[in-house]
């Protein structure tokens, strides 16, 4: 479903997400956080997870219904652009932030029922032209099929705190917590640390940095050959290859925890033994419950030696 170039460029992401639409019992995030380096790719994600939830036929890259055109035209009505040159009322006079007034119209529209899943892409846009690099990226991702900027008469940049009015995020965080059905915020950034800490820990986060296409998340499932039994000893030394392999691949802990996540699943779907199956379930909840501590920016380290040590616990 999700564009060839994407899928190439960041398979793990583009894979996730695939099992997502695919999914009838886990429910889409209401709010993500794209970061990494190339904010264009960030944005033809995004677009692309808004193309497909919203396509009218099956979701295929070159599906010409009209929900999948409006999206590449920039023109759909429930996929939208907030920056400081985007979203914008005649009454508001904001040129350097994303402004309050915005927040405020954002939460209003939300109380208008939609057939759409509706999205709202954060960035920061600058009234220049665009580079060579920025286009560059733009062709890469997608020649000839999204019209993010049209006339070149604006570019995109990484969104961070100082893109907001002090006031704004307090209005967007209720909107994030209790959002309508179907909707969902994106925020591109370069990293999770230069947004605000309350929208983070309410998100989903997802890196796509430059040599994502080299992850092979089987040598993350090799780490557990010795599961379920797993001792002490190797608990601690499974974080710490755990760590070393986040760090060497630019990744994020919520992604390793979501291999480790289907890997569990997996075993759960051959396993027979009664005991093995509870030890599954129990861990799998173990799962669950460091990618909460994720999501609260805890430190990989305890996130995972607190993990690996309640994987010790025989059964």
């Not at 460029?9 to 380096?37: D, H, M, T």
């Not at 979701?59 to 999948?68: H, W």
């Not at 995109?156 to 969902?184: A, Q």
Request: charged share 25%; with cysteine; proline share 4%.
């Amino acid at each position: 479903m999700i564009a060839d170039t994407l899928v190439k460029k960041f398979p793990f992401v583009a894979n996730y997400f695939s099992l997502l639409f695919s999914s009838k019992v886990r429910k889409f995030p209401q709010s993500i956080v794209f970061e990494g380096l190339d904010v264009y790719a960030q944005c033809f994600f995004a677009l692309e997870l808004a193309r497909v939830l919203n396509c009218l036929e099956d979701g295929k890259e070159d599906c010409q219904c009209l929900n999948c055109r409006w999206i590449r035209e920039a023109k759909h009505p429930a996929v939208n652009f907030v920056s400081q040159i985007h979203y914008k009322t005649s009454d508001d006079e904001s040129k350097t932030v994303i402004s309050a007034i915005q927040a405020k119209n954002i939460e209003k529209s939300l109380r208008e029922t939609s057939d759409y899943h509706r999205f709202f892409i954060f960035f920061d846009a600058q009234s220049t032209p665009l580079s060579s690099v920025q286009t560059d990226s733009l062709r890469k991702y997608s020649p000839n099929l999204y019209q993010i900027c049209p006339n070149n008469d604006w570019s995109m940049r990484h969104i961070n705190t100082k893109t907001f009015n002090p006031l704004t995020p307090n209005i967007l965080l209720k909107c994030i917590e209790e959002p309508p059905e179907r909707t969902t915020f994106v925020f591109l950034t370069k990293n999770r640390a230069d947004l605000i800490s309350t929208i983070v820990s309410r998100s989903q986060c997802f890196k796509l940095p430059a040599n994502m296409e080299k992850i092979d998340i089987f040598e993350i499932s090799k780490i557990f050959e010795k599961y379920p039994d797993i001792t002490i000893h190797d608990a601690f030394l499974i974080s710490e290859n755990l760590q070393i392999y986040i760090k060497e691949n630019e990744l994020s802990a919520d992604f390793v925890l979501d291999v480790v996540l289907a890997y569990l699943i997996k075993q759960l779907r051959f396993a027979d033994d009664e005991a093995y199956i509870i030890k599954l379930q129990d861990d799998i909840n173990n799962v669950a419950e460091a990618k909460k501590y994720s999501s609260a920016l805890v430190s990989e380290k305890n996130i995972f030696d607190t993990m690996l040590l309640k994987f010790a616990k025989r059964f």
